[in-house]
């Protein structure tokens, strides 16, 4: 399906924080083999677990910036995710 979707996530429209719940029940399953609904088979969690990793730094800027009383365009501005980026596409435009 496309809950994994690699070599990045593709996240328009969709519930973080389930995505993240979803995901360790998934890893929890402590199958040998995943099958993307897009990119290549995964023969470990390294993939899963940085899928996690990116949306629960999401999830958890956004919150900060909520609670600090943004609205949507500031938010957009303010989240950084680059670290992120490298991790999942490399150089890869």
């Known amino acids: 399906g496309e809950l994994v979707v690699a070599p990045y996530p593709y996240a328009i429209g969709s519930h973080i924080h389930e995505w993240q719940e979803t995901l360790r029940k998934l890893i929890?399953?402590?199958?040998?083999?995943?099958?993307?609904g897009h990119g290549a088979v995964l023969r470990d969690t390294r993939y899963l677990d940085l899928v996690k990793a990116a949306l629960g730094e999401l999830e958890t800027q956004v919150r900060?910036?909520?609670n600090r009383g943004e609205k949507l365009e500031q938010i957009r501005k303010t989240v950084k995710l680059e670290a992120f980026r490298a991790r999942f596409c490399a150089e890869d435009p």
Do not use: N, Q, S
Request: aromatic share 8%.
């Open 28 to 36: 929890a399953l402590d199958a040998r083999l995943w099958i993307p």
């Open 64 to 66: 900060a910036a909520v």
